[in-house]
Nanobody
Framework: VQLQASGGGLVQAGDSLRLSCAAS????????MAWFRQAPGKEREFVGA????????YYADSVKGRFTISRDNSKNTMYLEMNSLKPEDTAAFYC?????????????????WGQGTQVTVSS
């Protein structure tokens, strides 16, 4: 499975941005997908995760109520709708995929990773 994240950019505080993560290669049927982010000098941080049928969606407390994860399995794509962006959201955002596990909040819980897409929020 290859994952391609896109949609990052430079925005102002309070703006919105939509990230996409497109999967290709072998089928990823049944896989959970997730978004993580990493700011310079910091560890990779869980943002949110979505199960295959989207029957369970999880968010980090820091983004709950502002970010929304969705997926379209017919397009092999996951999305991250980000609203009310803050300067502290500035980071490289990564998408990940793998069989769902109780380690869904940890990078160790995912088998496949995309490259990062940079989100910069100015104050």
């Amino acid at each position: 499975v290859q994952l391609q994240a896109s949609g990052g950019g430079l925005v102002q505080a309070g703006d919105s941005l939509r990230l996409s993560c497109a999967a290709s290669g072998r089928t990823f049927n049944g896989y959970a997908m997730a978004w993580f982010r990493q700011a310079p000098g910091k560890e990779r941080e869980f943002v949110g995760a979505i199960t295959w049928r989207a029957d369970n969606i999880y968010y980090a407390d820091s983004v709950k109520g502002r970010f929304t994860i969705s997926r379209d399995n017919s397009k092999n794509t996951m999305y991250l709708e980000m609203n009310s962006l803050k300067p502290e959201d500035t980071a490289a955002f990564y998408c990940a995929a793998g069989p769902f596990s109780m380690q869904y909040r940890s990078p160790r819980g995912y088998r496949y990773w995309g490259q990062g897409t940079q989100v910069t929020v100015s104050s």
